[in-house]
């Protein structure tokens, strides 16, 4: 079950990627130096960057339960 769980992880987080590179393409920055600037205040609040900041956490959030799994396993 917890390899199960891993997979779906995997996955979700494989299309996170696809969407982060999106906007660092778009921006020409990865998005942990956006999401560092982004938190600080740096940026300005629009949409877009609202929805990259969000993408970006949400894959960090996977990536911590994934890596919580994996050690249970």
Do not use: H, P, T
């Not at 982004?38 to 960090?60: H, T």
């Amino acid at each position: 079950m917890l390899d199960y769980k891993i997979q779906q992880y995997n996955k979700e987080i494989k299309r996170l990627d696809r969407a982060l590179r999106k906007f660092e393409r778009l921006d020409n920055k990865d998005s942990s130096v956006f999401f560092e600037e982004f938190k600080k205040g740096r940026l300005r609040d629009n949409m877009d960057f609202i929805e990259w900041a969000s993408l970006y956490q949400m894959r960090s959030n996977l990536i911590e339960k994934k890596v919580e799994l994996e050690g249970k396993n």
